[in-house]
């Protein structure tokens, strides 16, 4: 069965800190995607990234950086010199199926403290 | 651009009392979700449509109904509420393609009394 694990419930970090949250998944798929989303205080979910099975690049947008390795069913999302905005939690998600799965699993989400 | 609106943001109701929410879109979107958020437990998917006049059971859709009467619309019903029924709903919506991100509205917070 599919499963997305974000074992950190929450995390404190000093504004300027780099931080890291880790997302693990299951799937017996060979063909997925996996999406990380940020939901800020005002409780909108906002689409971060998209990361296919067959792209194990790296990725970097600005201040933030995805590390997917499929070899550890992983996906992490990094956060360079965190900001007070970047306080927020955030989901990580899987969708499978090489035809096209229309549900997503989200993990149980990360709450990030960005402390000034 | 509205994207994946949200009615109403917030509602209080008493037990056994019945109510719609309606989520609209206007990014002409096949595909359209309901979700509950709950502390500690992420986004648990309810029901959801792949076309307009087609829904589908999600993870969670136990006293909860929905229609999809037209594309645009994704209504989600409570006929009967109950307290464990509390929670924050989410909308979203996606097009065609595959695996393509949803987009949420900004969530309607539901109290049952």
């Known amino acids: 069965a599919q499963k997305v694990t974000q074992a950190q419930t929450e995390i404190s970090v000093v504004e300027k800190e780099d931080v890291t949250l880790d997302c693990v998944y299951e799937t017996r798929d060979t063909t997925y995607y996996l999406f990380w989303y940020k939901q800020p205080p005002s409780g909108e979910l906002v689409f971060l990234i998209r990361?296919?099975?067959?792209?194990?690049q790296n990725e970097i947008s600005g201040r933030y950086s995805w590390n997917f390795q499929k070899s550890t069913s992983s996906f992490n999302f990094t956060i360079t010199a965190s900001q007070v905005v970047d306080s927020a939690v955030y989901f990580c998600?899987?969708?499978?199926?090489?035809?096209?799965?229309?549900?997503?699993?989200f993990g149980t989400g990360t709450r990030l403290k960005v402390l000034a | 651009n509205a994207g994946v609106t949200q009615t109403p943001k917030f509602r209080v109701l008493k037990t056994g009392q019945s109510m719609t929410l309606l989520c609209a879109q206007d990014m002409n979107h096949e595909y359209m979700y309901w979700y509950r958020q709950d502390p500690g437990m992420g986004l648990r998917l309810i029901h959801y449509s792949v076309g307009e006049g087609t829904t589908a059971k999600g993870e969670v859709p136990d006293g909860y109904n929905v229609s999809r009467l037209k594309k645009q619309n994704f209504l989600l019903g409570l006929e009967s509420a109950a307290p464990s029924q509390t929670s924050v709903y989410f909308c979203a919506s996606r097009p065609t393609g595959r695996h393509q991100p949803q987009h949420f509205g900004d969530g309607t917070r539901l109290s049952i009394l």
């Open positions: 990361r296919n099975s067959f792209d194990e």
């Open positions: 998600a899987l969708s499978e199926g090489i035809s096209g799965t229309y549900k997503y699993i």
